[in-house]
């Protein structure tokens, strides 16, 4: 007999990014508002119930991944991948609790809807979604399961956008972006996500913007996300497009020159065109869902071969899903 544990996360978009000042670590202080948009990555743990159980070790004996968008260039299906190590985790924490348990190996399925290296946050969405997903296979096999508060510590130590994909809804990070609080919000959100699968290092953005500041003393940290919360409570798009705001944007557009046509031709679709996260995927914000799907196939019909969608948030955080 075969098991399933399955859960399911959300991808999100920025809509104020706000980049402070490198640390001593390396990292930078993020100001950012998140919110959770309707592309989902759903990941499904499977058991063989009569395989013997283990008390050391992985329990995880392989990883499959189907897209539902461009396949990498590059296996992801390795220990490496942050769904594997959200299992790992999960498993380690819980052995801690109760070093005799005794579980059986899972093989991994991830389903992949969101860009691969996108900025949208897919693979920490692969990880929130496997960190529901495994407490629910060491809760049926252990007896309980990890608290909620362990979870948020797991999502943390696995990536920076991990704890806002648990979360969802729309929330202010600070920190590196881990340190979520809810945020009030009215409305519905369409977006059309455009992607045209340039590679963007999210390092070497930030260490450009780094050296524009050393070298230009006007560009300087956005911090302040007041007028983007005040618009969010009207629930009018073309107030929250006014607001929207990316520290990264200037250094995404000189690394990958081809954003700016890209970002223009957008804008003329709909209502503001953003870059997301630290990119190379472009957020178009919209009126509503028939300006989006307009939008999209104009993108479409101009941008042979990239990647384009419509998404509306916000949606609810990860989830746990029941399967027959």
């Known amino acids: 007999m075969i098991l399933h544990f399955v859960a399911t996360a959300p991808a999100k978009v920025n809509l104020h990014l706000g980049v402070g000042e490198a640390r001593a670590d390396g990292y930078h202080d993020l100001v950012t508002v998140f919110q959770s948009v309707d592309l989902w990555e759903t990941v499904r743990l499977s058991v063989d119930t009569r395989a013997p159980r283990v008390t050391q070790g992985s329990v995880v004996t392989g990883m499959t991944t189907s897209f ?11 220990p490496a991948n942050l769904a594997w190590r959200a299992v790992d985790a999960v498993v380690d924490a819980y052995r801690r609790i109760d070093g005799a348990v005794s579980l059986p ?34 809760g049926h096999y252990g007896g309980t399961t990890l608290s909620r508060d362990t979870i948020v510590d797991l999502a943390k130590s696995l990536g920076a956008d991990v704890p806002f994909c648990l979360m969802g809804g729309t929330a202010l ?35 450009r913007l780094d050296d ?14 007041t007028t983007l919360s005040r618009c969010l409570l009207t629930g009018e798009p073309r107030l929250v497009a006014r607001a929207l705001h990316n520290d990264l944007q200037p250094v995404a557009v ?22 997301s996260g630290s990119g190379p995927t472009v957020a178009l914000l919209c009126e509503d869902e028939e300006d989006a799907l307009d939008a999209r196939d104009r993108i479409e019909a101009a941008f042979d071969g990239y990647e384009i969608v419509c998404a509306a948030g916000p949606t609810t955080g990860a989830r746990e899903v029941l399967e027959y």
Not at 173 to 202: C, H, K, Q
Not at 212 to 225: E, F, G, Q, W
């Open 254 to 275: 000189a690394m990958r020159p081809q954003l700016r046509a890209l970002l223009d031709f957008a804008a003329d679709c709909g209502l503001r065109a953003i870059v």
């Open 173 to 207: 990070g600070a920190g590196r972006g881990d340190e979520v609080v809810e945020m009030m919000s009215r409305g519905l959100y369409w977006w059309v996500f455009i992607n045209p699968s340039v590679p963007l290092p999210t390092g070497e953005a930030f260490s």
């Open 212 to 225: 524009l500041r050393h070298n230009d003393a006007s560009v300087v940290p956005h911090l302040n996300t």
């Open 68 to 78: 539902g968008v461009k396949r990498p260039a590059e296996d992801i299906d390795t």
């Open 105 to 138: 190996r899972v093989s991994i399925e991830v389903e992949k809807n969101v860009f691969v290296a996108g900025g949208m946050a897919g693979g920490s969405a692969d990880a929130a979604a496997a960190l529901l997903a495994a407490n629910a296979f060491v």
